[in-house]
RNA sequence: GCCAGGGUGGCGAAAUUGGCAGACGCGCCAGACUUAGGAUCUGGUGGAGCAAUCCGUAGGGGUUCAAGUCCCCUCCCUGGUACCA
């Protein structure tokens, strides 16, 4: 069988319109400043996050999203924006790496590749990026300013007075290493083995690397941190006014889990020595029968009396020895052993045992707690284990039996708040801790300072180096500190850095050497989309004015300036910093997976507020609306993968039904943020509809070739087709604008259907029926084969185009189609399909020349409300909620008409016979009900 | 366990403020044109019934003239999270 004709030519006209917008570049938007820049349009920047090269290629996951941000792109330029749509390369990554393990090709060779291949694959799509924007996080231009955002980081501090960073030499204390927002630290941390390196909290997932899969064990080791819990608070409190999914703003609040209590004071019996437990729950001191501190709470040894020492030691070894999956798998039992030593309960001041167990974390609040277990599932089931003492102090609501109350009630048993409900006992208990000195409000937080050094070679390298034993800085000068040339790149398995291997670029002076580690993946996706502003600059990581101009937008004045930043007059009255003006500030549109919403858009953040707070940036948030994609599924619903075989390729789509098909599949299969499953018969059902687009403007000439179709003709278009026209327009626009393409895409099927099926809505009445066998789309030949209707003069659209034309459509017969209409259609469908509606465009242009020629050139329609509104209505009668008939009626019709029209209709008063009338219920344009029994 | 988001034809899905459930597409059925059709066009297509009509938005209750939409309970699916005191 030869190979299947193509529905429309888009294997010719794709790669043509590709070269076009390659060489013409019409998606480059200038810079404040530049040539070209026109100050008098709004900008927008829609942005994706950008992928990291993998070695296997593009999957349909990534088109989702930028097919996505590419359709609004398009509109927003149509519309009259300056647009920064920009694309670039998350290019350090731990995959590159372990290649070269494999096989000795270096890194950077394995990226370069990998992103040629992409960059390939994006173009083949019709992306309408600004490729002079093109970065890559792995490029010493790029990466010298990664190393620099560090040298802020790691030149501020936190002041606690001002809540935001500062330079570190406002800092007044003794060590300033004890504030900087980098540091370093000696902690446990995540140690992979078989990936030969520590990770980050977020990174590990049940016990095992997010990337491999790999076990995971606890190992203290020294790291660099940065220290992101200071802005926890503001983390919180800034995402409100942002245009983000709640459930990801819910995920963020719950990976910084704040939560407020007390701290509250227990004093050893017999010693002097003071535990501080943290507790959300203080109204519940009276009920705190026993105390638990973590095993490895530093306490323990100078605690333990004598004869528990060996238990203690047995079981504190015990668990050190459990992996955090372990540790989390036996969670199910409590466990735990008693010190032997006693606390003071300064509330009822009874003796309580110390306990030290493994559900006690040191990594969270002090490290200690109080056992209330009355009132706590996990006390009280250490508790009953171990036999201790359980006492009610809180009353549920309602019953006054009940016990094991977790949540709020009335204070019993507790002689200083006896009879309060759950809050009024909280500040009271509180407040009187306080004044005794017991005890102080305390807000915790479960997010954790950022572990931020890895023990990688494909990564940038830290501007530090180490002169006795202590840090510093490089001079800036002396960035890009690019990674020395290896040809190893296993981890040493001591945990020392593959960097170590390169002797001479460690030696940095007769007295210092370089910091061995490298910085994670997530650094360059900080703030690479500040970089895309202005990604030539070579004084700074991004110019003032194209920051302040592409994430602020046209500033008014001479006023416009960071108001937020450092430094400041008046700290003490400082607020904090505005949260981003809605609509107003930052990347407009970011389009990504779910996968990033605690990791790289928490640090993102955390990275931007320190940069806000520097006085570099004009807005306190970088992302103003956020959306996340779903996952595309297999055609047999399973996930993508290559063990199942169901993964599409992309190419393999576009070389069989071209990259508008592909493009307007993607978006018409559903909701953006859903799940959905891949569908190829979809895929050729939205490649049919392109092609009646298609043939509504062309058909075949008698040597086969395509040519403008002679119904494309400039007539007025009849006032139901206007109505057409009209609804797409308001439907399109308003549809791309809440990002539902797929309902976009169904109105412009309605509109094509409409204009190529004379019988639905194009010619109403009896006098335009449709003939039959004379329908618009019959191919050119089967129409020269119609014998008779051929020669009819209703035969329109259909062309039969005779080789010396004389058998021509009528202009103006009601088989046409109004240019104008067509011209409507395109620019409308133009962001989904770019280079179909590009193409017939052009092809419509040289009979019907317009100035200036270029859809990309076009102004976004605006659709008009007197086409939109209709002569009659269609009602429906209703008798008990029960549709019995329809009617159509005069617009104008008033409502006791209506009811009128409705009492006196034949098909009701059949079905109210014998019943009493009891209400009639209009709504205007809709319905009428007529209640009766 | 907890948190979030979902359950609508054979399938993907539509459905301002509660107001004619199933737009649009796929698939399927029939027809037209064809040497042919996996092309194109036309018509049909939630279920049951000859029909009038009845039943239908996970299941059960409720509010209402009217519920996919609002309220209560239950079940199932997906994602996140896991002793955070």
Known sequence: ??????????????????????????????????????????KYYVLDMFPYPSGSGLHVGHPEGYTATDIVA??????????????????????????????????????RENIARFKMQLKRIGFSYDWEREISTADPDFFRWTQWIFLQIYHSWFNPETRRAEPI???????????????????????????????????????????????????????????????????????????????????????????????????????DTIITVFTTRPDTLYGATYMVLAPENPLVDQLTIKEQRDAIAAYRAQVSA????????????????????????????????????????????????????????????FAQKFGLAILEVVQPPGDATATGCTGDGVAINSPLIDGLTTPDAKRKIAAWLEEQGLGRRTINYKLRDWLFSRQRYWGEPFPIIWRDGKHEAIAESELPLVPPPLDDFKPTGTGEPPLARAKDWVRYSEAATRELNTMPQWAGSCWYYLRFCDPGNGERFVGHEAERYWMMGPTSGAGATNEGAFPRQSPAEAPLPSAVRPGSGGVDLYVGGTEHAVLHLLYARFWHKVLFDLGHLSTAEPFQRLVNQGIILGEDGRKMSKRWGNVIDPLDVIAEYGADAFRCYEMFMGPLEQMK???????????????????????????????????????????????????????????????????AIAQMMIFVNAFTSPGRTASPGPGNAPVPGAGFGVSPKQSSAAGEDAESAQVRGGGTPSPAGETRA????????????????????????????????????RRFP???????????????????????????????GKVRDRVTVPITATNPELETIARNNPRVQEFIAGLAIRKVVVIPKKLVNVVAN
């Open 1 to 42: 069988m030869s190979e299947r004709r193509k529905p429309y030519p888009f294997d010719l006209l794709e790669p043509k319109w590709q070269a076009v917008w390659e060489e013409r570049r019409p998606f480059h938007a200038p810079n404040p400043g530049e040539p070209g820049f026109d100050p008098t349009r709004p």
């Open 74 to 111: 398009r509109y927003k330029r149509l519309c009259g924006f300056n647009v920064l749509h920009p694309i670039g390369w998350d290019a350090f990554g731990l995959p590159a790496e372990q290649y070269a393990i494999r096989t000795g090709q270096h890194p950077e060779i394995t990226t």
């Open 169 to 271: 030499s406002t800092y007044t204390g003794t060590d300033p290493d004890d504030v900087r927002l980098a540091f370093v630290a000696t902690v446990p941390v995540n140690w992979c083995p078989e990936l030969g390196t520590v990770l980050a909290n977020e990174e590990v997932i049940d016990g095992k690397s997010e990337v491999g899969g790999f076990p995971v064990v606890k190992r203290p080791m020294r790291q660099w941190m940065l220290r992101i819990t200071a802005f926890a608070e503001r983390l919180i409190d800034e995402l409100d006014p942002l245009d983000w999914p709640e459930g990801i703003k819910l995920l963020q609040r719950n990976w910084i889990g704040k939560s407020e209590g007390a701290g509250v004071d227990f004093v050893v019996a017999e010693e």
């Open 322 to 381: 459990k992996s955090d999956l372990e540790r989390t798998d036996l969670a199910k039992e409590k466990s735990g052993v008693f010190t032997g030593a006693y606390a003071i309960n300064p509330a009822s001041n009874e003796r309580i045992p110390i306990w030290i167990a493994d559900y006690v974390l040191m990594g969270y609040g002090t490290g200690a707690i109080m056992g209330v277990p009355a009132h706590d599932e996990r006390d009280l089931e």
């Open 677 to 743: 499953p891949w569908s190829m018969t979809g895929v050729e059902g939205v490649s049919r509809f392109l092609a009646r687009v298609w043939r509504l403007a062309m058909e075949e000439n008698q040597a086969g070739e395509w040519v403008l179709s002679e119904s494309v003709a400039e007539v007025e278009p009849s006032r139901v087709q206007l109505k057409v026209i009209h609804t797409t327009i308001k439907k399109v626009s308003e549809d791309i604008e809440a990002l539902s393409f797929n309902t």
């Open 810 to 845: 009528l202009p103006g017969g009601d088989r046409s189609v109004p240019v104008s209409a067509l011209r409507t259609l395109l620019v409308l469908l133009h962001p989904f399909a770019p280079h179909l509606t590009s193409e017939l465009w052009e092809t419509l242009g």
């Open 850 to 880: 317009v100035s200036p020629n270029e859809i990309t050139d076009q102004p976004w329609p605006e659709y008009r409300a007197e086409f939109l509104v209709e002569d009659e209505v269609e009602i429906a009668l209703q008798v008990n």
